[in-house]
Every structure is written in C-alpha cells, then in structure tokens.
C-alpha cells in the first residue's frame, strides 16, 4: 500500500494476486483493440473483479481513499501490455511427488530459467536446512518427514512471483500383524473364521490384506480403519489338521518406483478332529470274583486322528491304567482289573474317552463277590478198617452246600457225613457241590476227595483157580490178584522145592512145575495165603514111538542110498596102463590090487 493509504485497526489481509489469463477472442463485431493492449476480460470483467477485490478487508470494507487506490494500482497493473510485464518463467521442484519411509531425510532442489530470478525459498512444515544455492536455483535438506505433507518452492522473476508444489508421501509398514488365535481343536465340518488385525502401515490406498493356508491364499482385502480386520470362513477337513495358517500385509509401491514389501505374521497350526456320537464299546465281566483278575476292553471306531485321543477307564473310584493302542481310525484300551475284598458289592466301570474338545463315555456295571468254599474235609484221610470217619462240607456266608445228595439246613452252614470205614470204603470220592446267587445268577462250585481205608491182604479165590492141568511145554500165565492197603505183594512158592512161579507173567511149563504151591499175599498189616495145585502132564508115548520108528526107518533109507553110490562109484573108477613099445595091441585091465609086471615082447 502506499503510504496515503492507511488500515484500520488489526493486521490486514495477506493477499495474493494471481494472474489468470483467460484470453478472449473478440468476434467482428467487437470494438476494436488498442495495438498492444491485451483483453484479459471479457466486457466488464475487470471493473468488477477490481471492484470486489476492493471490498475485500478484514472488516468488509476498506477506507474511501484506500480504495481508491488500490483500484488504480490494478487498473494500471491489469492493463499494462504483456511486454511491461516481462517474460514468465516456470519454477521447478524437484523431485516431483516423491514417496519417502517415514522418519526420513531428502534433497529438494527449486530451480528456475528465469535469467533473473530473486529470493528463491522453500515453504514446509518440515524441519528444512539450506544446503546450496545459485542463480537460479536452491537446495534444502529436509528431515524427520513422518507424515504426507506437500512443499511449496516460490521466488520472484522480474517482480513477479513464481511458485511450485510437490506433494511428499510417506510409506510405513504395518506395526502389528496378527493372525488371532485358532481354536485348540476345530470339529471336522464345521465352519472356521480366520481373523487377521493391521495395525498401521501406510499408504492405505497400497496396503493390501492376504489370509493363507500355508501358501494357498484364501482371500485378498484391502485395509480399512485402524487397526485393519480381514476375515475369511473356511470350512474345517481332516486335510487341515496340522495346517498352518497365517496373514500377510502387501504394501504395492511399484506404480511409484519402488517394489512390492511383505509383512508375515506368526503362523498359527490348527488342529482338527472327529469324534462319532456314538459312546465307546466297553466290554467287560458281568461278575468277577474277590482275588480273579479280568481284562476290560473299551473301543471307538470313526474318530480322527485316533492317536491324538486320551482314553480314562476306572472302576469306581479306582483309576485303571489302561494300555491305549490305535490302528487307522479305531483306538482300543485294555486295562487289567484284579478284584479285592473292599470293592465286594455293585461297581460301575467307566470308560472316558476324549479327543479335542469333546468327549465320550461308556459305562458297564460290575459285581464283585466273594465265593469262599466249599471246604471239604475228612477227619482221618486214612482210616483203618472199623474206624469212624467224618466228613465235613463248608463254606462262606450265603452258600448253600450240598454234600453226597444232602444239603445243609441252611446258607452259609457246614454239611456232615458219618461213617464206619469198611474194605468197601477204600477209595471211595465224597464229593460236595456249594451254590451262590449274585446278580440273579446261580453260580455252582464242586470239590470232591477220596478216602482210603487200611486193611489186610486179601487173594479174590474167583479170580485165583485152586487147580490148573497144563500140558508140558506149554506157556501158560498164572493168574491170581491180591488186594489190601497198602498193596500186598504176592509169591507163588512150590511146597517142598520152594521154587516160585511167576504170577501175572507167561512161563513155560515143564514137568516137574507139578506139585502144590502156596500162593502168599503179604503188606504190613498181615498175610493171606492161597493153595493152588499144578498137574503138568506128559505128552502121549505111542505117538513118540511112531515118529522114532519112522525117523529111525529114514535114517537106514538114507544110509544104504549113500553106501550104494559110493560103490558104483569105485567099480567104475578101475586103473590101466600103457605099453609105449606098441601102440597095436589091445589093452587089458588089471585089479589094482595086483602088481605091475612087463608086457610080451
């Protein structure tokens, strides 16, 4: 302003003239053109943008003398021809819209052609510090750039002011990327949504966010609010059992010269599982006795993964370690159970089995008894002859016994049997049969023992023949027994000679085996003795006459065949001799008895 223009109170505006050339062509019709003088208005235009420029002040309106003069001033700076105004020069900013990490430092350099250029600056909310200049150009450092902002370079050519913009935008990864928390165990076949959280990260308008099962993408989205939340539903399959699964945030600043950056999150495993809804097949004993040990079996089929399962069996309250064995998807605990006298009465067996975060249960009832008995005794297991024996059944309390047909007066009383020990006795069985009723169920017991009874030797004459005619030479057995008890033993001696026979055993008999034995059976508690008369006859004397007469007939048969040849033999072996002088003559025989003489010449 000059200095016959004056404000009123408070500072007053800042305003910055712009030119804006907005050329009019003038049609045929228009009032011709001053040479050299350019319209920048159409007709009227400029009176009244002066004229509203003049009206502009903090307070509305601006002092009569004031306006005035302003007025002039754009009247003569409007209409001035274009070469009064002087040639216009850009003003450059480099570089142009740069894309910077956060918290970073850059170059920006503000040049110009103008030839004569002043107070080239930089405008920015940025920490800034001049490095160089020249004519025509500056250059600042600029630092700590945490935030899009946008930088204005000015300056002045020929008296007018230049300016230029470049705007900075600042790229940060994301801070935080978090897959949230997997079930611990997902059911097969039900739905599963994956949740991913963003937390910062910059551009957002680049920032893009990537659900995946290992390295299968589920689903691209990109980042909204702060912090960002991407969502997929997958629905859950034994194939994903052990699966990992995981976010990635992708910052794309390759349209803006720089590349493609990745954040990953932890992967997160899952963990899936099925379990049928029926219970576990258990298997074990309807009763078991107090002291007997069982085997309880419990078995699920259909479940995955079966190895993963924990199985939990217990009688009572009594833990069973079981031995757990899976094979495909059938899992099988087996647990030894030995009963004892505390756990007498109604159990229950319980079969947990758990996988993931379910579970199944199976249980069986189970009566543990006590079936002591029967005892069955006798008073003398080995009792002599005439003596009385006792024989006692018993056993535990509700236990009907019977002994020998005959039951007790009542359950848990002992049966007796008295008798007199005979021979007939000895080893005779007592047997004894107990009952009990558990659970609706009769259970039968038995034992039996057996008496012997000691008495003297005895030979059964039915099964000993006091007579026995055997021929000579011929094998025979001699056949007696004796009894008694202890066993007696017995010898057959012949009266006179004392010569024994074997009993029980075949022999040759032979003459002189005739005469009369004495058949002795003897133990500790005495002797019996048997008389047995053995006749061994002869074989018959005509039939052995005839066969010497015809053996002795043979013999002389045989002799005179054997003499006769033996003569004919020698009558037709007689000796001759030779006369060498004369091969002529006729030979003649002589007896070999006779001795040699000369031949006639």
């Known amino acids: 302003m000059g200095a016959g223009c004056h404000q009123g109170p408070g500072p007053g505006p800042s305003l910055e003239l712009r030119r804006r050339e907005r050329k009019v062509e003038a049609p045929d019709s228009a009032v011709p053109q001053t040479p050299g003088l350019s319209m920048t208005h159409g007709e009227g235009g400029v009176l009244e943008d002066l004229q509203r420029l003049a009206t502009m002040s903090p307070s509305g309106l601006l002092r009569g003398a004031c306006r005035t003069t302003l007025i ?37 350099n503000c040049s110009t052609d103008c030839p004569n250029p002043k107070l080239i600056t930089l405008e920015t909310s940025l920490p800034k510090k001049p490095v160089g200049n020249g004519l025509g150009w500056a250059a600042f450092q600029l630092s700590s750039v945490t935030s899009d902002s946008q930088v204005l370079c000015s300056g002045f050519c020929d008296g007018f002011q230049m300016t230029a913009s470049s705007d900075i935008t600042v790229y940060r990864f994301p801070e935080r990327v978090e897959l949230a928390p997997l079930p611990r165990w997902q059911p097969v076949g039900e739905n599963l949504t994956l949740r991913c959280q963003v937390a910062g990260g910059a551009p957002r308008t680049n920032l893009t966010v990537v659900l995946l099962r290992g390295e299968e993408e589920l689903r691209r989205q990109p980042a909204v609010g702060e912090p960002a939340e991407a969502t997929v539903t997958v629905l859950a399959g034994r194939d994903d059992h052990l699966a990992n699964f995981s976010c990635r945030t992708e910052l794309d600043l390759r349209s803006r010269g720089l ?41 699920l089929d259909r479940l995955f993964p079966a190895s993963e399962a924990q199985v939990q069996l217990a009688l009572g309250n009594q833990m069973l370690n079981p031995v757990v064995e ?4 059938t899992i099988t605990a087996t647990a030894t159970v030995t009963a004892s006298a505390e756990q007498e009465g109604a159990r229950e067996i319980v079969c947990n089995l758990t996988l993931g975060s379910d579970s199944r249960e199976a249980r069986e009832n189970l009566t543990i008894y006590s079936f002591w ?5 006798l008073s003398e297991s080995s009792a002599s002859e005439g003596t009385e024996v006792t024989v006692t059944c018993a ?11 005959v039951p007790a007066a009542a359950p848990g009383q002992p049966a007796q049997l008295q008798l007199i020990a005979t021979e007939r006795d000895d080893r005779r069985n007592f047997s004894c049969n107990a009952t009990l009723e558990v659970d609706r169920k009769i259970l039968h017991r038995n034992r039996s023992v057996q008496l012997r009874v000691l008495y003297g030797p005895k030979i059964d004459q039915a099964k000993c023949p006091q007579r026995l005619t055997w021929k000579d030479r011929t094998t025979n057995v001699l056949r007696c027994q004796a009894q008694g008890n202890p066993d007696p033993e ?5 009266e006179g000679s004392w010569n024994e026979v074997p009993v029980g055993i075949p022999f040759t008999v ?12 003897v133990s500790s508690r005495g002797t019996y003795t048997v008389t047995v008369v053995m006749n061994v006859q002869g074989r018959n004397a005509h039939a052995v006459t005839i066969v010497m007469v015809v053996l002795v007939t043979l013999g002389l048969v045989t002799t005179t065949a054997a003499l006769v040849y033996v003569f004919g033999l020698q009558k037709r072996s007689d000796i001759y ?5 004369s091969t002529w003559l006729p030979l003649t025989s002589r007896q070999p008895e006779e001795a040699v003489g000369e031949g006639p010449s």
């Open 510 to 521: 032979m003459l002189n085996y005739s005469g009369t034995y004495s058949c002795r059976a």
């Open 577 to 581: 001799q030779v006369n060498q002088g």
């Open 395 to 405: 056993a535990g309390a509700r236990v009907q016994v019977t002994l020998e047909g």
């Open 259 to 299: 590349g493609l950056f990745q954040n990953s999150s932890a992967p997160r495993q899952l963990r899936t599982f099925a379990l049928p809804v029926t219970p576990p097949h258990l298997v074990v004993p309807r009763l078991l006795e107090v002291g007997t040990t069982w085997s309880v079996n419990c078995t």
């Open 373 to 377: 008995g029967p005892i069955l005794n």
């Open 490 to 494: 017995l010898h057959c001696f012949q």
């Open 326 to 329: 899976s094979h495909g998807d």
């Open 72 to 108: 002039s001033l754009l009247l003569v700076c409007c209409l001035l021809p274009p070469g009064a105004q002087g040639q216009k020069f850009p003003l450059r900013v480099e570089p142009q819209n740069p894309v910077l990490p956060a918290g970073g430092s850059f170059l920006v």
